[in-house]
């Protein structure tokens, strides 16, 4: 690398983003220097954030994840924020072997956390949402039972499955 600084979105205020150089993160014996290709923002970062060509991770080894060759940036783009958010609520609902586990709504986060929870080793995984496609995905996804609560009591259905 020749250059010692680089480009940087920086969101000044609502509404405002001005791209600055700024100087390249240094970076620690454990640590990585990543350059980004395709990013995406979460919509609660949207003053005081800065996106940027290149950031820092931390316990690199600990921290990243090696992306086949064959996937491509938009392909895996959501890996990073939806997926660990999804394999989250399972680590945070502390879902273990032999556990049943409900969960309601399966956009792309609950989706998610289906997967985590027949991952996690639970025993029933009950998928509640009221779109086909999403229902049929989170069968694919871990989930033993679906219920399509535009059909039918979901509480009601989930007592009788367990």
């Known amino acids: 690398m020749t250059s010692k600084t680089m480009k940087a979105a920086v969101f ?5 983003i001005e791209l600055r150089e ?19 923002i979460c919509g609660t970062d ?3 954030g800065t996106q940027a060509e290149f950031f820092v991770v931390p316990h690199a080894k600990a921290n990243l994840a090696i992306v086949p060759n064959q996937l491509t940036d938009e392909e895996v783009l959501m890996v990073p924020d939806i997926m660990s958010t999804g394999f989250a609520a399972a680590e945070s609902g502390k879902v273990g ?3 049943i586990v409900a969960i309601f709504a399966q956009g792309p986060i609950g989706l998610c956390a289906t997967a985590g929870a027949r991952l ?4 029933k995984v009950i998928a509640v949402d009221r779109v086909p496609n999403r229902l049929a995905t989170a069968t694919l996804l871990g989930a033993d039972h679906i219920i399509d609560f535009a059909k039918v009591d979901p509480v009601e259905e989930i007592m009788m499955i367990i």
């Not at 350059?35 to 995406?40: H, M, N, S, W």
């Open 12 to 16: 000044v205020e609502r509404d405002r």
């Open 22 to 40: 700024k100087p390249i993160p240094e970076i620690g014996p454990d640590d990585a220097l990543v350059r980004v290709t395709t990013t995406t």
């Open 46 to 48: 949207t003053i005081d």
């Open 97 to 99: 072997i032999g556990d």
């Open 120 to 123: 996690s080793g639970a025993a």
